[in-house]
């Protein structure tokens, strides 16, 4: 459970879900849990990525690349649009800094700014921020099983160990012999549904399944909802040292 | 009979002076408090379309049914030719464009790096055409404190509160954080060109005033703006002429299958204010029978104490012949002096007091200073026409009122026991 979005982790770490053993019919929600995990990440990683933010006023593209080195330091620039070109995001550990060459600054966003959209798309910058390892954060049980997108899945149950989480309580569809979260609705501690998330496609890249196309909704927000695209992935890249720090944002 | 009646009242004052002072002190407090009351509501009205709605606002559809959002991802787009079709349809107003919206000041240190961060409430406005109305709407020139009015693009104002909050001058760099109407973070530049105080408690806690082309750009909105706001040109709020104008634009203009579309509202529907300016106008007349009502009860039993004190004139009266309805009418008569006496002398000295507070005004900030409403930290009353008049009616029916109840008495009285009476 913790995962905010697979999202960023699942999207832009863009997952993948390995040529591992099947787990038994009967298998726990924290087993299932652990080998979504294990087989989702790689230690390093560049990806090329779209956003389609289907506002109530029309659709834009934000294109990005992110280099990304373990699940908690990522480096990420905006190619486009026009407007938004060389903007560029630095998270490290938990901490999370942007540049805009307009202003030639650099932003800590930390408080409540965190929950702010991220480029107007269904995610926040909180989303991105929470640790991508759900077993970290959520207790899992299996509910039910169903068949989501022509694959059967497990249904997971996942509650908060945590009081100070985004997200109280999950409920994440994860494909039965791919590893692959194929679906996800993310609770309020009231119970109220805050955002979904569909993946749409899913490709097999280096031995790991990644989710290439996922639409994420904010329930609360008006809009289609923001559809991901992974373009491209590079696992286990050589990414510079120096990308990791704050003097490459102004680079 | 007048005269002898006056000569009376002037010469034998245990019959009038209580009374008139009684009389007087209400219509005082009468017409003190209807000029102070008429001075903050004024006062209310005048901030709230200045600073936030104007007198008539035009607005999307979305935009007004979540208005205190400040959704300006809902704002209305193409303002131009909506602007010349208001400004040609409704020359009665003057119309300008506003953009309303909320973030963050960052304030870099010698490495550009955040040093401080306050949140803050912006206003984009037309600040640099030469014959922006929003100078005077917003009372820009007498507001500046420190600095120099903005004179080109990228140039701000900030609330002078603020500033001492972030410790930066006129000609400091800092940064907005916002959101763009599209929802993405956004970064600005802005010069501080000076500090302002407009005296009303929201501007002056976090108030930022940028040009409206600034902030078009920062937030993504080209040729959009959250509100167009209209102004008589008197600056004075007519309700009648702006449900007039409203209901007009909104048949003419508005689709209600459009979210997008535009819809005008008036300062009383669209700031919310409209159950505090009901209770506020109703407001005089309670005052008004307030003081009636006490004031009649009051002067009854002065009456009631003045007819004991002249018993035995009145049994005299009586006794020698005079009817009784006669005596009545003629104390009746003494009350409609008493009660023109009692109103000429409150409503100077009321009229007189609320003088000087229009003048010198009441410092009310230190109960404001967390206000929300556009309300002025100085409230002043306001004397008008209807000041001088106001205190007159119930400054008459109350001792009309207080001598013909009293006055019953003398309907009471045994002329049979009348010499006997006058035997003891």
């Known amino acids: 459970m913790r995962r905010m979005f697979w999202l960023i982790a699942v999207l832009l770490s863009s997952v993948c879900y390995a040529q591992t053993p099947r787990l038994p019919q009967s298998a726990s929600g924290e087993e299932i849990l652990k080998k979504v995990d294990l087989n989702m990440f790689s230690e390093n990683k560049i990806i090329e990525s779209r956003m389609v933010i289907h506002g109530e006023r029309g659709s834009r593209t934000v294109e990005t690349k992110s280099w990304q080195r373990s699940t908690r330091e990522t480096f990420s620039e905006f190619l486009a649009p026009a407007r938004d070109k060389g903007t560029k995001m630095l998270k490290l550990q938990d901490m999370l800094w942007t540049y805009s060459p307009s202003t030639d600054r650099i932003i800590l966003i930390s408080g409540h700014m965190l929950r702010q959209s991220v480029m107007g798309s269904d995610l926040s910058y909180e989303d991105m921020m929470e640790d991508p390892h759900l077993p970290n954060l959520y207790s899992a049980k299996v509910s039910s099983e169903e068949t989501v997108v022509g694959r059967s899945c497990w249904v997971l149950d996942l509650t908060a160990k945590k009081e100070d989480i985004a997200y109280n309580s999950r409920k994440a569809w994860i494909d039965k012999t791919r590893y692959v979260l194929l679906k996800e609705n993310l609770y309020a501690k009231s119970g109220k549904l805050l955002k979904t998330m569909e993946v749409r496609e899913v490709t097999e890249i280096q031995n790991h399944w990644i989710a290439k196309s996922i639409l994420y909704k904010d329930v609360l927000k008006e809009g289609g909802g923001t559809e991901f695209f992974v373009d491209s992935v590079i696992l286990d890249a050589t990414i510079p040292e120096y990308l990791f720090s704050k003097a490459a944002l102004k680079k | ?424």
Request: net charge negative.
């Open chain 2, 1 to 424: 009979m007048i005269e002898f009646l006056f000569k009376g009242l002037v010469r034998d004052r245990s019959r009038s002076l209580f009374p008139v002072l009684i009389v007087a002190a209400g219509v005082m407090l009468t017409v003190f408090l209807q000029s102070w009351l008429n001075g903050a509501l004024s006062s209310l009205i005048q901030s709230t379309a200045h600073y936030r709605t104007g007198h008539v606002c035009v607005m999307t559809r979305a935009y007004n049914e979540k208005a205190d959002q400040l959704p300006n991802d809902l704002a209305l787009l193409g303002i131009d030719t909506l602007l010349t079709t208001l400004r040609g349809q409704y020359p009665d107003l003057f119309w300008t464009p506003r953009i309303t919206f909320g973030g963050l000041l960052d304030i870099p240190d010698e490495k550009g790096e955040t040093k401080e961060q306050a949140p803050v409430s912006g206003m984009g406005v037309d600040l640099l055409a030469s014959d922006s109305p929003e100078w005077k709407v917003l009372n820009i020139r007498p507001a500046l404190v420190q600095g120099h009015l903005p004179k080109q693009q990228g140039e701000i104002l900030i609330a002078e509160a603020l500033a001492g909050k972030l410790h930066i001058q006129p000609g400091q760099k800092v940064t907005l954080i916002s959101s763009t109407m599209y929802g993405s973070m956004t970064y600005y530049n802005f010069t501080i060109a000076g500090t302002v105080r407009f005296g009303v408690a929201p501007m002056d806690r976090s108030a930022i005033i940028a040009d409206l082309n600034d902030i078009q750009q920062a937030l993504d909105m080209q040729h959009g703006a959250g509100e167009i706001v209209g102004f008589f040109h008197d600056d004075l709020y007519h309700e009648d002429r702006a449900n007039v104008i409203t209901e007009d634009f909104n048949t003419r203009s508005s689709k209600s299958s459009d979210k997008f579309s535009p819809i005008m509202g008036t300062l009383r529907t669209v700031s919310g204010l409209a159950d505090y300016l009901d209770f506020a106008s109703s407001f005089s007349g309670i005052i008004l029978t307030v003081f009636v009502v006490v004031m009649s009860i009051v002067l009854w039993n002065a009456g009631l104490t003045g007819s004991l004190r002249r018993y035995g004139e009145i049994g005299l009266r009586l006794a020698i012949g005079e009817e009784t309805g006669h005596v009545y009418r003629s104390m009746m008569v003494e009350s409609l002096f008493i009660g023109i006496a009692g109103s000429i002398a409150g409503t100077a000295i009321g009229v007189a007091i609320a003088y000087y507070l229009q003048v010198h005004g009441f410092d009310i900030g230190s109960m404001t200073k967390n206000s929300t409403m556009m309300i002025s930290d100085v409230i002043r009353a306001q004397v008008e026409p209807s000041t001088f008049a106001i205190g007159f009616l119930p400054g008459i029916l109350a001792t009309f009122l207080g001598a013909a109840i009293s006055g019953i008495g003398i309907y009471k009285r045994q002329t049979s026991q009348l010499f006997k009476e006058l035997e003891t």
